[in-house]
């Protein structure tokens, strides 16, 4: 066997391990609770269709509340919506609402690590290799947990891509 091709595979394999040992404890958890982002929306329990509609303009999309039993409570803090965005029958955005509690932020902290703070849009977030989490205060008794991927996000601009291409090469 050549050298050359062995040491590239070598190089390879412990690069994606290395890769495997990079992902932030927000990517290893990817979402919230069993709700996972990306994926199957109809394997969620508890899931109702609430509208279809066009994210941004471009992307067709589902919007999906859940009401479970087991999605109720964040530990004391009682859940009082939760919210599914998904795009081609995957999930893309979850939006949880909450009571307003300060043990929310101390928890999220002791998990994901120490947010950036957008003093802007005053919201906190927490950024990993596939999704986004922020935290943001909704009103004057709510806080809103936002999970966004990347993934089904990028999907969504290949296949706008795809669709761009597909009418110019109709001309």
């Known amino acids: 066997m050549n050298y050359k091709a062995l040491l590239f595979l070598l190089i390879g394999f412990t690069s994606s391990l290395h890769a495997q040992d990079n992902l932030t404890e927000?990517?290893?958890?990817?979402?919230?609770?069993?709700?996972?982002?990306?994926m199957p929306v109809d394997s969620i329990p508890g899931v109702k269709l609430k509208k279809t509609f066009t994210e941004k303009g471009n992307h067709p999309a589902v919007l999906y509340e859940v009401i479970h039993p087991d999605y109720q409570n964040i530990g004391e803090v009682?859940?009082?919506?939760?919210?599914?965005?998904?795009?081609?029958?995957?999930?893309?955005?979850?939006?949880v609402i909450t009571d307003k509690d300060p043990r929310l932020m101390k928890a999220l902290e002791s998990n994901l690590g120490p947010p950036a703070y957008d003093v802007r849009n005053d919201r906190y977030t927490w950024t990993g290799r596939n999704l986004s989490l922020t935290f943001r205060p909704v009103g004057k008794n709510q806080l809103e947990l936002r999970y966004f991927s990347y993934l089904i996000h990028a999907q969504m601009k290949e296949d706008k891509k795809k669709k761009v291409q597909d009418i110019a090469d109709d001309f």
């Open 78 to 95: 009682k859940v009082q919506k939760i919210e599914l965005k998904a795009y081609q029958g995957k999930v893309y955005e979850i939006v």
């Open 26 to 38: 927000l990517d290893k958890r990817n979402g919230f609770k069993q709700i996972k982002l990306g």
